[in-house]
């Protein structure tokens, strides 16, 4: 009894010490890799080639993301509004709920599952095929070759992805609002402009830098932490898609609550 006792009283104590260790290798990882952009060798070679697989090869996606997430807006938004007589914000409403919601969400969610996984498998192929201990025994830091640079290319092309899913966005709900609604594209772009604040624009880059840190700093750490082989590879990628879409989705929670606040100063 005492031994059942003692196992079911020890498990919370373990949870809790293992969060807190994951936490803390979690914040090592983020501080080494932040620490290397201010001391040399800087890998930018590879921080460019980062760039090109990050913002170019994910272009297609956030396009059509962007669009038909803005089409979808103004198709759903009809039924409400017509109640009360107000088809006629339907560019308010698509510009407002883009911008400062769904455009950095939807943009960080979409990297995390193509980017996030990307990082993770190709990682953690490298830490179950012994590159990483050869790098570190050749004298090279792999932070400072690998996590660094990606760390630095997601920060700088999430947010112009988010600005591209954004525009792309507000094109589609423009389509939808002028041939299916009737709405005329003065009135559209005069609303969905009009309805915007500064830090509306403040949040659509903001939002996606911390989004851009979570992600590529949770794809290098679980990757770096791969055992077992390829089954540990693929358990790597699904974990990193699953981890970085939820502190994404938790962030954004904390983010808004901190922009609200703040909203009244940017504006006045």
Do not use: H
């Not at 498990?11 to 620490?35: C, D, G, K």
């Not at 389509?175 to 299916?180: D, F, L, Q, S």
């Not at 609604?181 to 500064?198: E, H, P, R, T, V």
């Amino acid at each position: 009894m005492e031994n059942i006792l003692t196992s079911v009283m020890g498990s919370p104590f373990r949870f809790i010490l293992r969060a807190v260790w994951e936490i803390q290798s979690y914040t090592f990882l983020a501080a080494r890799a932040i620490a290397n952009l201010f001391t040399r060798p800087v890998y930018w070679k590879e921080t460019v080639l980062q760039m090109d697989r990050i913002g170019v090869g994910s272009l297609t996606i956030i396009v059509l993301t962007g669009f038909f997430t803005g089409a979808v807006m103004a198709i759903q938004s009809e039924g409400a509004l017509r109640r009360y007589g107000a088809v006629s914000m339907t560019g308010q409403l698509v510009s407002l709920t883009l911008i400062r919601e769904l455009g950095p969400v939807l943009s960080a969610l979409m990297l995390a599952g193509r980017i996030g996984s990307g990082i993770a498998s190709e990682l953690g192929s490298m830490v179950v095929s012994d590159q990483i201990n050869a790098m570190r025994s050749l004298g090279t830091d792999p932070t400072r070759r690998l996590v660094t640079p990606r760390m630095v290319a997601m920060l700088i092309m999430l947010p112009l992805l988010t600005i591209i899913c954004d525009a792309v966005g507000m094109f589609g709900g423009w389509v939808i609002a002028t041939y299916k609604l009737l709405i005329s594209s003065n009135q559209f772009w005069s609303d969905a402009m009009n309805a915007l604040q500064f830090s509306d624009l403040v949040g659509t880059l903001f939002k996606p830098l911390v989004f851009g840190f979570i992600i590529s700093m949770t794809g290098c750490y679980v990757g770096l932490r791969t055992q077992g082989g390829t089954e540990g590879v693929g358990r790597s990628t699904t974990q990193a898609v699953v981890s970085s879409s939820i502190l994404v989705i938790a962030a954004d929670f904390f983010l808004n609550n901190l922009l609200i606040y703040l909203a009244p100063l940017m504006n006045a």
